[in-house]
């Protein structure tokens, strides 16, 4: 973890500093003071206990949100059984809401034994005005709601919260504040997740997260390679540069960069040794990316590029701005170039007006192109989003006929796909000890594919040649190659 600023030189006397991020580390200062209270009295730290739902970027930022946690003093808890739990939401499909719905009502019970523990909400699901009202009127043992622009502030809102009796909201619907330099706890001290954008302006007509995470806004290249060569030095060997749509980053700079060029200059950082990206949305995938692509040493030989459907039709209804033809020759281009690359995909189902010929698209990119691996999804209505007010809702029966259909058709592939570099020595990163065969590491190629091998634990976080002897389908055994 890093941590610029030096918390015992803070006074807590005066008032607190305007600007960011030095207000903060006033807050996270006040209320260290009272994690001691808390500790004189009891003996031992407050326990903290953070859930992330969803994608990446909320992963990113539960890392930041523990950061500020461990700075105030709070200790790691396993569960929920802790003074203070924080559910960072997702709210991309509405079984993620439900999700945390069902998990409140759990909370609930647990702060009925433990009354003065802190509840807090933040994250995509609470950018959504209905949802908050909900947790207003029927959940009301809440203690702190805050939403995706404003992460930066929860030491502020834990402060206001145990000086005023009342629930602590505080929720921007948009912002252009990026807040740099605050505390990050790392979940791998070998690799880590690096935000390079904020926020999305595409507007795919079924999703919902350009309204709850905002327009784009890019980090400045110096920020980010700054952050990265601290990560390098602090033993970090693989970064993932993430936004909601990478192609498109630094458009909106003083100075505009390209992803392309972002990348040649995160390629420049010594001791890095591999770099991914998510995500890439097909449209704005440059040529002069996948030249930086062919040409890097560091860069994995994977890519993650959501189709979301094979239909020409039914892409334009999600506004999406490519066709099926212009998606599969954007593959043959990235093949051309990397040929040896895994490609992943993102496929959504059941999308409002979807017809069985529609469906057929799909399938016939998903053997087209042979992925390494596809997320898929069944169709989710969102509010607000045009998709959802579409009058051609498809039945439930059919979509799940089909999603079936499809993901026996993706999994045959990709356990085909995925044998394809046995016998063939390559490189691993050391990625934890196994959990299931004693004396055995685990780590990941280059293409993102798990490799389990017998070696000792000291290997963790370095890159080893390992020969790949058998395939199991989706992963590997291996042994180590000299
Ligand atoms: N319903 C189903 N899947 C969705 N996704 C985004 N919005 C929806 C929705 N309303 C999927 C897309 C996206 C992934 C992160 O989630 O495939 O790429
Ligand atoms: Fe949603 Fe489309 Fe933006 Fe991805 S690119 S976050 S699917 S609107």
Redesign the pocket.
Known sequence: MYNEFDLDKIDINVEPPIEEPARQYYYMTKCREWVWEFEQKNGRRPAAFIQTFGCQMNARDSEKLTGILETIGFCKAEDEHAEFVLYNTCT?RENANQRVYGRLGYLNALKKKNPRMLIALCGCMMQEPEVVEKIKKSYRFVDIIFGTHNIFKLAELLWQRLKQQKMAVDLWEDTSLIVENLPAERKYPFKSGVNIMFG?????S?????YV?GRERSRKPQEIIGEIEKLVESGVAEVMLLG??VNSYGKNLDVPVTFADLLKQVEAVKGLKRIRFM?S?PKDLSDELIEVMRDSKKICSHLHL?V?SGSSRILKAMN?RYTKEQYLLLVDKIRAAVPDISLTT?IIVGFPGETEEDFQETLDVVRTVRFDSAFTFIYSKRSKTPAASMDNQVAEDVVKDRFDRLLAEVQAISAQVCARDLHKTMDVLVEETDSHIEGYVTGRLSNNTLVHFPGEPSLVGSVVPVYLEESKGFYYMGKRAE
Do not use: G, L, S
């Open positions: 991309v999305c302006n595409n507007f795919c079924y999703c919902i997260v350009p995470r909601q749509n995500t949305h959501p979301q999406r993102d």
